[in-house]
């Protein structure tokens, strides 16, 4: 059976999760919320007072269970939601997510979780990197000020201290991280669909994609799928 993927990309606060679960609720996929994988990771090693600088810290990661269920994050069986969400580890989560031991070993595990469900998965790198074969990629991006904005009131909803001003400046300093970083930077995959959703809903957004994902499974339904051999061509 030939699982099917939807790639979400782009920058800290563009909508990306939000988007996901709604388009997996839609097309009846597993959602797999990459960022929050790597917020796991930022908060273990905080909890186990590592040197997040140190790439040779994280492997804890080895003896680490992630996984989804109902679209909840489960950390070694413990619900994380509101955790990982907490300003010390949104801080620090782009300089853990820039060690290569710690991408290699949760892109594993994502493209494990593809391997057996149809995903809608959101990240910086799933079109790029995770999933280079999806269906369809989109590159979801927003300007700052929209972005923070976004932040601060899902941090409002979930009762954490947020400072608008504060966001801006950590959304500014994550964007630079996560697109210079030498290993697997944020960018934009040759084939993925630039999506600017500043003056967009979430509703909108969803609309927009959920139509050029099926359109794009119905183009790709109505080709052939030729088969391949492996044995040489002898004339």
Same mark, same amino acid.
């Given at each position: 059976?030939?699982?099917?993927?939807?790639?979400?990309?782009?920058?800290?606060?563009?909508?990306?999760?939000?988007?996901?679960?709604?388009?997996?609720?839609?097309?009846?996929?597993?959602?797999?919320?990459?960022?929050?994988m790597y917020r796991a990771a930022t908060l273990k090693a905080l909890a186990?007072?590592?040197?997040?600088?140190?790439?040779?810290?994280?492997?804890?990661?080895?003896?680490?269970?992630?996984e989804f269920m109902h679209e909840v994050l489960y950390l070694d069986g413990k619900d994380v939601t509101?955790? =990982?969400? #907490?300003?010390?580890?949104? $801080?620090?989560?782009? /300089?853990?997510?820039?060690? %290569?031991? &710690?991408?290699?070993?949760l892109v594993a595990l994502q493209q494990k979780i593809?391997?057996?469900?149809?995903?809608?998965?959101d990240g910086r790198d799933i079109g790029t990197v995770v999933l280079p074969?999806?269906?369809?990629?989109?590159?979801?991006?927003?300007?700052?000020?929209?972005?923070a904005k976004r932040r601060h009131a899902e941090n409002v909803s979930l009762g954490i201290d947020s400072d608008l001003e504060r966001l801006k400046?950590?959304?500014?300093?994550?964007?630079? =991280?996560? #697109?210079?970083?030498?290993? $697997?930077?944020?960018? /934009?995959?040759?084939?993925? %669909?630039? &999506?600017?959703t500043s003056a967009m809903d979430l509703g909108e957004v969803t609309a927009m994609i959920y139509d050029l994902y099926k359109k794009k499974i119905d183009e790709k339904e109505e080709q052939p799928e030729w088969k391949t051999t492996n044995n040489p061509i002898k004339n």
């Amino acid at each position: 059976m030939k699982y099917r993927a939807l790639a979400i990309d782009g920058p800290a606060g563009a909508g990306k999760s939000s988007v996901a679960k709604m388009l997996a609720k839609q097309l009846n996929y597993t959602y797999v919320d990459t960022g929050a994988m790597y917020r796991a990771a930022t908060l273990k090693a905080l909890a186990l007072k590592v040197d997040l600088d140190n790439p040779e810290s994280f492997s804890f990661l080895d003896n680490t269970k992630m996984e989804f269920m109902h679209e909840v994050l489960y950390l070694d069986g413990k619900d994380v939601t509101i955790a =990982i969400r #907490s300003n010390s580890v949104s $801080n620090n989560v782009s /300089v853990v997510a820039s060690h %290569i031991p &710690v991408r290699n070993r949760l892109v594993a595990l994502q493209q494990k979780i593809a391997d057996k469900n149809h995903v809608v998965m959101d990240g910086r790198d799933i079109g790029t990197v995770v999933l280079p074969n999806a269906d369809l990629k989109i590159f979801l991006t927003a300007s700052v000020e929209e972005r923070a904005k976004r932040r601060h009131a899902e941090n409002v909803s979930l009762g954490i201290d947020s400072d608008l001003e504060r966001l801006k400046k950590e959304i500014e300093r994550r964007d630079q =991280i996560d #697109s210079s970083r030498s290993y $697997n930077p944020l960018r /934009v995959a040759k084939d993925a %669909i630039f &999506v600017d959703t500043s003056a967009m809903d979430l509703g909108e957004v969803t609309a927009m994609i959920y139509d050029l994902y099926k359109k794009k499974i119905d183009e790709k339904e109505e080709q052939p799928e030729w088969k391949t051999t492996n044995n040489p061509i002898k004339n």
